[in-house]
Every structure is written in C-alpha cells, then in structure tokens.
C-alpha cells in the first residue's frame, strides 16, 4: 500500500468514517471515476488545488464532479488571486501527486472550500490518494474531515 493511501485509510478511521478504499482502475476524468464506481459525475468529489499568488499556499476546492470552479469567485473566497498549482507545490503541501489528490489526509491542511451540490447526494466518491483508489462517503463526513468551508465557488 502507498504512503498516500495509507494517510487517507488512516484519515478515514481516525475521522470515525467506517469506509475503506477500493482500487477501481485508472480514471483521468470525473465521468470515467463515475463510469469505474457506477455513479453519476457529480457523485465524484474532485479534489481542485490552485496555488494562492500572494500566499503560494496549496487552496483545495472540492466540488461535484459535473462542476467547475468559478475563478473569480474561488478567488474572491480565498482572499486572493489565484494561480495554477504545479505538481512540486501539490506534492510537497499536500504529499499527493496530480491524478490521485484526495480530500482527506494531507500532510498539510489546506484552507479548503466544499461545493453545496454534493450534498444532493446520500454517498460521493473520493480519490483516496492514487490515481486507482477512490473511497465512498456522506458528503456531511467529507465536509467535516475535510476541514472545508461550503461555499458557492463554482460556474
């Protein structure tokens, strides 16, 4: 098991969410990770990191896999400009590498915002660290272990 997927499993369990990852295949898109698990897109809790331009801070934004992040408005929530994140500042503020960026078990805690539309649903689907494991969840589980702020940052 990855290092990555040994900090979400124990995220999980340390949260109190009786969940575990399953390795489902590689998905490079919300709709083929829905294709793989046998929801809808938006059932996919994309994990977004941008960079802060005046922080250089990793900000994650989690939202339904149908949607995309506004930039004007997850700019105007993080208090900053916003900037594309590149693989070093994923890896090194998160430990995750793009493809496979869970919302849970970072080795350092973003200031993280949580798309409403996920809340539609009774259970969503993560990335759980690798591009090949996803976790089931409730979305109120995923906005707590997270650490998120629900806000209206999408397009």
Known sequence: ????????????????????????????????????????TDQIAKSIIFRGEESGAAILFITAGGNRVDDAKASALAGEPLGKADAGLIRTQTGFAIGGVSPVGHLTRPRAFFDPRLNAFDQVWAAAGTPRHVFPIAPADLLRLSGAQEADFTA
Do not use: F, I, N, W
């Not at 995220?11 to 969940?19: I, K, M, P, S, W």
């Open 1 to 40: 098991m990855s290092k990555s997927l040994k900090r979400v499993t124990l995220a999980l369990q340390e949260g109190g969410v009786d969940t575990l990852p399953v390795e489902v295949g590689q998905a490079t898109t919300a709709q083929m990770a829905a294709d793989l698990v046998g929801c809808t």
